[in-house]
């Protein structure tokens, strides 16, 4: 099976859930900048999850680059990470709307750690489909900040309990470790056609 109709579909899937997330914040009754200042928590966390969503979108499109075909087993992972990510819209108006309150903040965490947990099952089976010779299976390698990343989830769900900002803060830490620009798949792929 081709992968064009897998990848338009998630692209559509996750512009749906961008739009839904900027839909969620309302405009506030009045004209002043203080009629702004009750939104500040709606709109930082909005900010932090629409990055996450693009890391999303970003690793995605290059995992799907470096495939060559999709099948059955694939397709279904790809709905599972879907469904995750279809969640942070809530997750995300929960801790805006609670001012960055613990259950919402663990929530948060409990959504972003399945879908990284989902977005490594797609990315197994991809490379399971490809081979252990593969692009994607060369460019992952150790995956260093996968590994790290459901654990920084883990412990922000933790520390939620105990000190909401300091949760808030690995979130944002796990993102900005994403954000530094990965090109081990761009890499691998301008090497193979080199050859």
């Not at 506030?28 to 890391?55: K, Q, R, T």
């Not at 087993?73 to 819209?89: V, Y």
């Amino acid at each position: 099976m081709k992968k064009t109709r897998l990848e338009a579909f998630s692209d559509g899937v996750i512009a749906i859930i961008i739009t839904i997330m900027v839909l969620e914040i309302k405009v506030p009754h009045g004209h002043e900048f203080a009629d702004l200042m009750p939104l500040v928590p709606i709109f930082f966390s909005y900010v932090l999850s629409f990055i996450y969503l693009g890391i999303y979108w970003n690793n995605h499109h290059h995992m799907l680059h470096a495939a060559t075909h999709v099948t059955g087993g694939i397709l279904w992972a790809n709905l599972h990470l879907l469904f995750w990510l279809s969640l942070i819209p809530f997750a995300t108006a929960w801790v805006g709307e609670n001012h960055f309150a613990a259950m919402p903040l663990a929530v948060y965490g409990v959504v972003l750690l399945m879908a990284a947990i989902a977005y490594y099952i797609l990315q197994s089976l991809i490379i399971k489909n490809e081979g252990s010779d593969s692009l994607l299976a060369i460019a992952v390698g150790k995956d260093w900040k996968g590994k790290l990343s459901p654990l920084l989830y883990l412990s922000a769900i933790g520390v939620a309990w105990l000190n909401v900002w300091v949760s808030a803060g690995i979130y944002i830490f796990a993102a900005f470790i994403w954000l530094i620009p990965d090109r081990r798949i761009e890499d691998v792929v301008k090497e193979r056609e080199t050859e």
